[in-house]
């Protein structure tokens, strides 16, 4: 199943119900709405919006598949997406073998926890990882694990206003092992190479950075070369990250996260998508 609503300025939303090649390791992941313009998509090895991710503890849990349902309400378009969260991180070389043990992820996750966490070491660890992953081969793949949770996410798209409302039900969670929460929200860095944001912040390439905290009330990623942009706000009870990657073959994706403990509820935040004059 694939859902298609346009928007103005000859955007569009989609979403189709299976992973789809995107020539990235993160092929295997579930992806949520993408961004169109004028037919091609702007998602790059990004997600797409509103796509929920689990943490326990350092390591993190992605999304392997979705079941959707599609209705119409009060002049909009609403989506709702039910995600299966029950793919981790590995890594493979060629011959599809690479490291076993899981003291080697553990250290993996601790390593990248540090990195989210203390920005002066991201320079350092990304060394080291690329380093590690050319001496021997090793590429991102991801492992189907027992199902964690299931996540109900409502989109309610309202095409002339160029809005995406997103809503998550964390009542599916398990009551033990989940620490966080994160809402993804990321297109190509390819596309949008510009952040700005409420407080006059103007950051191109490199110095967006990889994953900081949005102290502003409102930010966007744009292209400097169309003019198309996503804006998100603020949401009590969360904290809004940043963060563009540029690595080769495996990263390119720029956005947001919105960061919630599990015990928040329901969780609902606006997308909005326009092209500048």
Known sequence: MRVTVPLRDDLALTIA?????????????????SLLDAGADLAGEGVGFGVPV???????????AVRLAERAADGE???????RLDLVERLAGRDGRGPSSARFYALRDAAAALHR?????????????????RQHGWQTTFEQTATVATLAVTYRIDGGAGRLRVTLDTSGLPS????????????????????????????????????DVVCASGACFASTTTGVA?????????????????????????GFGYSLRPGHGRFTYDVHLLRAP
């Not at 378009?77 to 995600?83: D, G, I, L, M, Q």
């Not at 092992?177 to 944001?197: H, I, K, R, S, W």
């Not at 998100?232 to 994706?253: D, F, I, K």
């Open 17 to 33: 119900d299976a992973p789809e090649g995107n020539g990235y390791p993160t092929s295997r992941l579930q992806r949520g709405l």
């Open 230 to 254: 996503f804006r998100l706000t603020q949401v009590p009870g969360a904290t809004l990250y940043r963060g563009r990657e540029v690595v080769g073959a495996r990263l390119s994706w720029a």
């Open 117 to 133: 966490q203390v920005p002066v070491l991201r320079g350092p660890l990304t060394a080291v990882s690329n380093g590690v992953r």
């Open 77 to 83: 378009r609403v989506v709702v997406a039910e995600y």
């Open 54 to 64: 689990l943490k326990r503890g350092p390591q993190t849990v992605f999304p392997g």
């Open 176 to 211: 033990e092992g989940v620490t966080e929460v994160v809402v993804m929200n990321e297109l190509g860095a390819g596309p949008f190479d510009q952040y700005l944001d409420s407080d006059g912040a103007r950051l191109h390439g490199r110095r967006i950075g990889t994953w």
